[in-house]
């Protein structure tokens, strides 16, 4: 009996077949996308199976083993788990870019929890995912048989986004694997856009104008992608090895302790498993400064915090944990999809070709079905039309016939109708014979005749589909942009520039005593009048103060100067951006500075500045000038910008051209103007020489640059302010004394002098306390007065607080006036880029750098200097004025003008003179003139209206000295060698 037939085959050859079969199986219908929908089988089918069940964004949802048995019993005959699971996948926010599947329940989480089973969650389509099977029913997309012949399923969805550089894909086929990262959506549309604009110059574009577009991939999960030269890779050849390192911070701690903060983890990364290897590290002693470590993740955000121990190095163990843990990762690029059912490596350019190609071929197809159904449409339109034209006959010929067939025959004999026509004719209601109802069926017909002749011509020319697609893709941008996730920093040397990721935007840089520093728009304090109290500007830790509030763009570099005489360089963009009432973040995250060093310096140095040199000054009086190009190249562990004396510090740094004055103002009022050149330009290790000659106890304030046309603004700890001609500040010899700028008869009163800036009369400047309050106010409504005044209170302060920064606003324009001479950024000075002036100065060490950026514009000079006591006082024609009136009426109402010019809180007098605030001791007597070298001395009052006398104590900014002396300064400049007597007891009149 024959049992069978048996065959000779070659076990060789039938295994290569069958193992051949295998691979193609796996690979066209398990493990990868496909270029167009990006989308493998399984996935299509989830997403299939639940359109086909209306399950829609805006519909309830529905259990997920329904929808998994419809799969199952529909489309993919294989295990619910991988059904599950691949739908699971797509609901995940830290597995998608932009999740496909709406789920509810329990999905998941990045510390790698399984899902909830599939009878507890609940899942319906998401928004985005309907833009993919949109226009599916319009023959948009071939349809082949289901696993039992009973039904048909997509072969490809229309997909109206690139889902699979949205999303990416991962998976592993028989000798091949796929790996392909998410993107951001505007940035793929924009890239589209471009491909589209130059679509007939295709060949020529190149990965470097892609790239203008698409900066690199976005991972849902964040983090910073470290170089660039692996994404270039990617995009050119479709392969390319990514670097990807967690977002961490430094924060302080109590007992001067310090914590490393973890916010982001690279794509992929589980964080419970990172949080063992972590502690796995410590108990092996390989890493030996971690003190605790806690997961505060929470619904606000991931935490993971690790506290270290005393006196622990937070850059060196945050290196350790990157070297030895997943916060630093590699990702794989391998951009493999299928291409017509053949499995082929992409890159960027190619892959965004075949998407938009597949677009084409969608609207092409869907235009067809639309045209069609529109020609069948005005078709029984026309038929419909020609009944109402002959409506009683039409009813005549229906009335006479014996059957339905019969009447459809009749009419077609008669108007020569189609069968579809005269059916339609005949199912048509009596409702439609009414006057407006014709008027509809004109109108649709009208309607379809241009939908007609729309398709027509979209058919006809490819270029209109092109545009359509792009019109599409602009819709969705709007509808589902976001901002980037993941950060790019380019590596050292690239040629990558990453103001192409940064808008250019004005920011204020604030800086803190104890190190904290961030960033926030420009336009975030609004204008106020002066003698405001101010909105508060940052909630500051305990015992904190401001020390720099800075303007900048978001483009420039910035330069932090130490006390010790080292720099450091950061980019402006790269500085946290915070709330307005933001602590910040310690500066230590952001450069390498040693412990018990202190940032004293902060200055921003816009790109094409026009600035040849620093000036640097020290609190003792040290000076030095050195070539900006010196600094171009800092290293991340900083140089050496200066050498010091022992006891010195470096406290103020200046941008200057080379022909500029510099001024330099001590805290106990003393001021110097010399010419820059009598500094000659030193090298980096240089040590300087001396600036200015001090008292014993006395040190530098502030360093400004003097400018033509401005005036100079000086501002107290004590909220006091005023405004001077920079003309009366006369130019003089360098390391010599200077002249009086201050009342110093007022120091109690007035406080020490924080700093002065360089202003004009249309600036605006932002005054920041200690308490970290800040007021914005315009120069113009600071007063103006002579250089040895008191000046007037500007910012109204609490008890025990104190002016803490002042910073310069206002904008500059770009082109320098003939008397200012060459257009250079310096120190509150000129800018060639037409940006913000900004100078700050801090009471722990005086004044501070300078943002020069300004255009040196010549201030309004029309505005009369306001008098008040002092200027009075050093004036005998005053009185002598007074004296020379005749008439008894006007020379009473002179004196009583001079009086209320001496008054000093701003209040009406009871005869209606005007108290100002401006005016230094009271007075009721005559002014006299002491004369000292030409120049003119401190007015000596009769006691009975003498100033008070000041001591030089209290609570400083910085370390103070008296500086009574009866000595000339060198320059035969007489100083005043009797202090004011104490003022008399306030009189009513």
Same mark, same amino acid.
Not at 624 to 635: D, G, N, P, Q, W
């Given at each position: ?5 048996? %065959? ?43 359109y086909?069940? @209306? ?16 799969v199952?019993?529909?489309y ?5 788990? *991988? ?10 926010d ?8 709406a789920?509810?329940?329990n ?5 790698g ?6 009878r507890?969650?609940?899942?319906r389509?998401?928004? +985005? ?5 949109a226009?599916?029913?319009?023959n ?12 048909t ?29 998410p993107h ?24 470097e ?8 991939p976005?991972?849902? =999960? ?7 030269e692996?994404?270039?890779n990617a995009?050119? =050849?479709g392969? @390319? ?8 911070? +430094?924060?302080?701690?109590k ?9 982001e983890l ?16 410590v ?8 003190g ?13 915090v ?5 006196? !622990? ?18 990702f ?5 999809a ?10 960027? &350019? ?26 069948? %449409?005005?078709?029984i ?46 199912d048509?209601?009596?409702g439609?014979?009414?006057?407006? /109802? ?12 241009q939908?007609?002749s ?5 058919? %006809? ?6 545009l ?5 893709l602009?819709q969705l ?18 040629n ?9 935007q004005?920011?204020?840089?604030s800086?803190t005593?104890?190190g904290?520093?961030k ?13 405001g109290?101010? +909105? ?6 305990? /015992? ?20 010790r ?10 500085l946290?951006?915070a709330?307005? =009432? !933001? ?10 500075i ?6 004293t310096?902060?200055?921003p ?15 003792? @009086? ?5 070539e ?5 190249a800092?290293?991340?562990s ?19 051209? #080379?022909?500029?004055d510099?001024l330099?103002?001590? *805290?106990r ?6 010419k /820059?050149?009598e ?5 980096r290790t240089?040590? #300087?020489?001396? !600036?200015m ?6 040190q ?14 000086i501002v107290?700890r004590?909220?006091? $302010? ?10 003089k010899?360098?390391a ?12 109690d ?9 360089m ?10 306390s200690?308490?970290?309050?800040v007021i914005?106010?315009e120069?113009k409504?600071?007063?103006?007065a ?20 002042v ?5 500059r ?9 060459p257009?250079?950024?310096?120190? #509150? ?7 913000r002036t900004?100078?700050?100065a ?14 040196g ?8 200097k306001?008098?008040?006591?002092d ?9 002598e004025?007074v004296?020379? +009136? ?9 004196? *009583? ?12 007098t009871a005869?209606?003179?005007?108290k100002? /605030? ?6 009721e007597?005559?002014?006299? &003139? $002491? ?6 001395a401190?007015?000596k ?6 100033g008070? %006398? ?10 103070l000295g008296g500086?009574?002396?009866?000595k000339p ?13 104490k003022?008399a ?5």
């Amino acid at each position: 009996m024959e049992i069978g037939i048996i %065959r000779p085959i070659d076990i060789e050859s039938e295994m290569k077949n069958a193992y051949l079969d295998y691979s193609m199986s796996v690979i066209t219908s398990r493990a990868l996308p496909d270029v167009r929908d990006g989308l493998k089988p399984v996935q299509r089918r989830i997403l299939y199976a639940m359109y086909d069940m @209306g399950l829609r964004f805006d519909r309830p949802y529905k259990k997920s083993a329904r929808i998994v048995g419809e799969v199952l019993g529909k489309y993919h005959p294989h295990g619910d788990s *991988a059904v599950y699971d691949a739908m699971v996948r797509m609901a995940q926010d830290f597995s998608m870019r932009y999740v496909l599947v709406a789920g509810q329940g329990n999905y998941g989480s990045v510390d790698g929890d399984p899902p909830a089973a599939m009878r507890y969650t609940e899942a319906r389509l998401s928004r +985005i995912a309907e833009e993919m099977l949109a226009d599916i029913n319009k023959n948009t997309v071939d349809f082949y048989p289901n696993f039992d012949d009973t039904l048909t399923q997509p072969t490809v969805l229309p997909s109206n986004v690139p889902n699979m550089l949205l999303n990416g894909a991962s998976g592993i086929a028989v000798g091949m694997a796929t790996n392909i990262p998410p993107h951001n959506l505007n940035e793929i549309a924009d890239a589209c856009i471009y491909l589209i604009d130059n679509w007939d110059q295709m060949e020529e574009i190149g990965v470097e104008q892609l790239m203008k577009f698409v900066h690199g991939p976005d991972f849902p =999960t964040g983090a910073t992608i470290m170089g660039l030269e692996g994404i270039r890779n990617a995009y050119a =050849t479709g392969r @390319g090895r990514i670097i990807l390192r967690a977002k961490a911070h +430094i924060e302080d701690m109590k007992g001067n302790r310090q914590r490393i903060v973890v916010t982001e983890l690279p794509y992929q990364v589980n964080k419970a498993t990172l949080i063992e290897r972590i502690a796995d590290l410590v108990r092996n002693k390989k890493i030996d400064t971690i003190g605790d470590l806690r997961d505060e993740s929470d619904r606000r955000g991931m935490s993971v915090v690790i506290e270290l121990k005393r006196g !622990a190095n937070p850059k060196t163990t945050l290196n350790q944990l990157l070297k030895h843990t997943q916060l630093q990762t590699t990702f794989g690029v391998n951009t493999l999809a299928l291409v017509d059912g053949e499995p082929k490596v992409l890159p960027l &350019k190619r892959a965004l070709e075949l998407w938009i190609e597949h677009r084409r071929e969608v609207i092409r197809r869907r235009s067809e079905y639309d045209l069609e159904r529109a020609r069948q %449409r005005a078709h029984i339109l026309e038929g419909l039309r020609i009944a109402l034209e002959h409506l009683d006959e039409v009813i005549q010929i229906i009335r006479q016939s014996q059957t339905r067939d019969s009447a459809r025959n009749n009419l077609v004999k008669r108007f020569k109708l189609s069968d579809i026509q005269a059916q339609a004719i005949l199912d048509m209601q009596l409702g439609r014979l009414a006057a407006l /109802e014709r008027k509809k069926i004109e109108d649709e017909y009208k309607e379809v005749i241009q939908l007609i002749s729309y398709l027509e011509d979209l058919l %006809r020319s490819p270029r209109k589909i092109l545009l359509l697609i792009r019109e599409d893709l602009k819709q969705l941008k709007e509808k589902y942009g976001d901002a980037r996730r993941t950060r790019i920093a380019a590596e050292e040397g690239e040629n990558f520039s990453d103001e192409d990721l940064i808008p250019d935007q004005d920011v204020l840089i604030s800086l803190t005593e104890r190190g904290y520093i961030k960033r926030l728009p420009a336009d975030t304090y609004k204008p106020q009048r002066r003698g405001g109290r101010g +909105i508060t500007g940052m909630v500051t830790r305990d /015992e904190d103060i401001i020390l720099e509030l800075r303007g900048a763009n978001t483009h420039d570099s910035v330069l932090f100067f130490t006390d010790r005489g080292r720099v450091f360089q950061i980019k402006a963009h790269q500085l946290p951006e915070a709330d307005r =009432t !933001a602590k910040g973040m310690p500066l230590v995250n952001f450069i390498a500075i040693d412990k018990g060093e202190n940032v004293t310096a902060m200055l921003p140095v816009p790109r094409d500045n026009g600035a040849h040199y620093l000036v640097m000054a020290t609190r003792n @009086g040290k000076i030095k000038r050195t070539e900006l190009s010196e600094f171009e190249a800092v290293r991340p562990s900083g140089i050496i910008a200066l050498n010091l004396e022992d006891g010195d510090a470096l406290g103020w740094v200046k941008l200057t051209d #080379g022909e500029r004055d510099i001024l330099i103002i001590s *805290a106990r009022g003393q001021a110097l103007r010399f010419k /820059e050149g009598e500094v000659r330009p030193m090298g980096r290790t240089a040590a #300087g020489v001396n !600036a200015m000659r001090l008292d014993d106890k006395d040190q530098i304030a502030c360093m400004a640059i003097a400018r033509p046309n401005t005036e100079l603004l000086i501002v107290t700890r004590h909220g006091f $302010a005023k405004r001077t001609s920079i003309d009366e500040y006369p130019t003089k010899g360098r390391a010599t004394g200077g002249v009086r700028t201050i009342d110093i008869a007022k120091l109690d009163e007035t406080g020490p002098i924080v700093t002065a800036l360089m202003v004009k009369l249309d600036d605006e400047v932002a005054i920041m306390s200690r308490d970290g309050v800040v007021i914005r106010t315009e120069v113009k409504e600071i007063k103006q007065a002579g250089r040895s005044t008191r000046g007037s209170r500007t910012m109204n302060l609490k008890k025990g607080d104190f002016v803490a920064s002042v910073t310069n606003l206002t904008p500059r324009l770009s082109e320098p006036t003939e008397d200012e001479g060459p257009k250079t950024p310096q120190g #509150g000075g000129q800018a060639d880029d037409g940006r913000r002036t900004t100078e700050a100065a801090s009471p722990n060490g005086g004044g501070k750098t300078t943002a020069a950026k300004s255009d040196g514009q010549p201030a309004a000079r029309s505005r009369a200097k306001a008098p008040d006591a002092d200027s009075v006082l050093s004036q005998p024609s005053a009185t002598e004025q007074v004296k020379s +009136i005749k008439d008894p009426k006007r020379a009473k109402q002179a004196e *009583a003008e001079a009086l209320a010019v001496l008054r000093d809180d701003g209040q009406p007098t009871a005869d209606g003179g005007q108290k100002t /605030e401006d005016g230094g001791a009271r007075a009721e007597g005559r002014g006299q &003139k $002491a004369e000292g070298g030409g120049q003119t001395a401190e007015a000596k009052p009769p006691s009975a209206v003498g100033g008070q %006398r000041s001591s030089g104590k209290g609570v400083n900014a910085v370390k103070l000295g008296g500086t009574s002396s009866d000595k000339p300064d060198g320059n035969g400049n007489g100083k005043s060698a009797t202090p004011p007597a104490k003022p008399a007891p306030k009189k009513s009149r």
